[in-house]
């Protein structure tokens, strides 16, 4: 994964339709068209926001079964945190996201004991 960069991170989050889609997202995993009627958006427009949150690994694309035997893209937001501190002569920032990997929310779940 690469890092992203600070300014990506403000750029993105300063979008009210990105931020939507993060949080319509963090609930359940939606197809474009679901985040098109939840966000009053066209399709066109969540997927080109997709494709930024996508580049700076903060929505994650999976495949959700339909019940007439095909399957559709879902989206899944990454962001579990942003977090920007201004102390003492510094700015510090830091991400985290969320994984769907067992062994990574193992980790995570003992380093908040």
Same mark, same amino acid.
């Given at each position: 994964?690469?890092?992203?960069?600070?300014?990506?991170? *403000?750029?993105?989050?300063?979008?009210?339709?990105?931020?939507?889609?993060? *949080?319509?997202?963090?609930?359940?995993?939606?197809?474009?068209?679901?985040?098109?009627?939840?966000?009053?958006?066209?399709?066109?427009?969540?997927?080109?926001?997709?494709?930024?949150?996508?580049?700076?690994?903060?929505?994650?694309?999976?495949?959700?079964?339909?019940?007439?035997? +095909? +399957?559709?893209?879902?989206? *899944?937001?990454?962001?579990?945190?942003?977090?920007?501190?201004?102390?003492?002569?510094?700015?510090?920032?830091?991400?985290?996201?969320?994984?769907?990997?067992?062994?990574?929310?193992?980790?995570?779940?003992?380093?908040?004991?």
């Amino acid at each position: 994964m690469a890092e992203v960069e600070l300014a990506t991170v *403000v750029s993105l989050l300063d979008d009210e339709h990105v931020r939507s889609i993060l *949080v319509a997202t963090s609930e359940t995993p939606l197809s474009a068209n679901e985040l098109s009627e939840r966000c009053g958006i066209s399709t066109s427009s969540i997927y080109r926001r997709i494709d930024r949150l996508s580049e700076a690994d903060l929505v994650e694309e999976q495949t959700r079964p339909r019940s007439d035997g +095909h +399957h559709e893209t879902v989206y *899944v937001s990454r962001l579990d945190q942003f977090e920007l501190t201004i102390r003492d002569g510094e700015l510090t920032w830091s991400i985290d996201r969320r994984s769907d990997d067992v062994a990574d929310q193992l980790t995570q779940m003992w380093g908040r004991f």
